[in-house]
């Protein structure tokens, strides 16, 4: 008799077919990271959805939309799957490819509600207050083009926007509950009066909190980080040496919930490993023994 997830992975698997088709090693660094709850593990089988699921998400140039549905009927028939945040969180991603603002939305906030303290819902939690906070930061250009409209000119700082009634004031602060950093900016060939220009960011974010420069960055392009060994194994939380696929190319030992250069490992079952950037995740091969 098929198991539940049997029956699941062949479920998934039917919906995902409807979608179509050595360097120099420089350092070698430890970094153990702070406590944190050690990952729930997943069966083989689970992960192997995973994995089914990923195949597909990196193959998807349009269709985003179909891809995100298969990723809620996966959710509506197992809403209690341990990779659920990464399920959202891919199809929330999808949504804001396909301009499905309202659902990428939706998605993006229940995780932020149902993260869990373990190292994937830590890593959920910021990437749900990260694409968030670029989507709260459009709500603010529009109020300052429409201020601009009034004055042929953007305000000196964002107290106009709080003069705003409640209903149509735009958030004031980002996902973190800071105020954004909001100033005049110049031209940097012309040569034109003050308030033609500005500058918008989240402190925590910087110089990635337009959601329309980070939409066009590939899926995972800041991960760089490879597994090469299982070091220890011992305890709720593993460690493993990785290289960077950059050139040269660096050594690094993680261990679960640990980060490297904003690359934070939160998992490691029997056949994946699983990384994220606060923007993407990445579902890589267990390294062999």
Not at 145 to 163: F, S
Not at 189 to 203: A, D, I, K, P
Not at 233 to 238: A, F
Request: net charge positive; glycine share 6%; with cysteine.
């Amino acid at each position: 008799m098929r198991s539940r997830f049997d029956l699941f992975l062949v479920h998934v698997c039917r919906g995902l077919s409807t979608l179509g088709p050595g360097c120099a090693v420089v350092g070698l660094i430890l970094l153990t990271g702070h406590p944190v709850t050690a990952a729930t593990r997943a069966t083989a089988q689970e992960e192997q959805i995973l994995q089914q699921l990923w195949q597909r998400h990196q193959s998807v140039t349009t269709e985003h939309a179909r891809f995100a549905e298969t990723c809620a009927r996966l959710e509506a028939r197992y809403p209690d799957y341990v990779f659920l945040p990464i399920v959202r969180g891919v199809a929330a991603w999808h949504h804001l490819q396909d301009g499905s603002i309202d659902e990428s939305v939706n998605l993006w906030l229940r995780i932020k509600r149902d993260a869990s303290r373990d190292p994937i819902g830590r890593a959920a939690q910021r990437m749900s207050r990260t694409w968030l906070t670029r989507i709260d930061r459009e709500q603010v250009r529009k109020a300052l083009r429409k201020a601009y409209t009034e004055k042929v000119r953007y305000p000196e700082t964002l107290a106009p926007l709080r003069a705003m009634d409640a209903a149509t004031r735009p958030p004031l602060e980002d996902r973190w509950g800071d105020p954004w950093l909001y100033e005049w900016a110049s031209f940097r060939f012309l040569n034109v009066r003050q308030g033609q220009h500005y500058r918008l960011e989240s402190t925590n974010i910087r110089t990635t909190s337009d959601i329309t420069k980070a939409l066009k960055i590939d899926y995972g392009e800041g991960l760089t980080l490879r597994p090469e060994r299982l070091i220890d194994s011992t305890g709720d939380r593993q460690t493993l040496e990785f290289k960077t696929i950059t050139t040269p190319a660096e050594s690094v030992t993680l261990t679960e919930g640990a980060s490297y250069r904003g690359q934070s490992f939160v998992y490691i079952g029997v056949r994946i490993v699983i990384l994220a950037d606060g923007d993407h995740w990445e579902i890589l091969s267990r390294p062999s023994p």
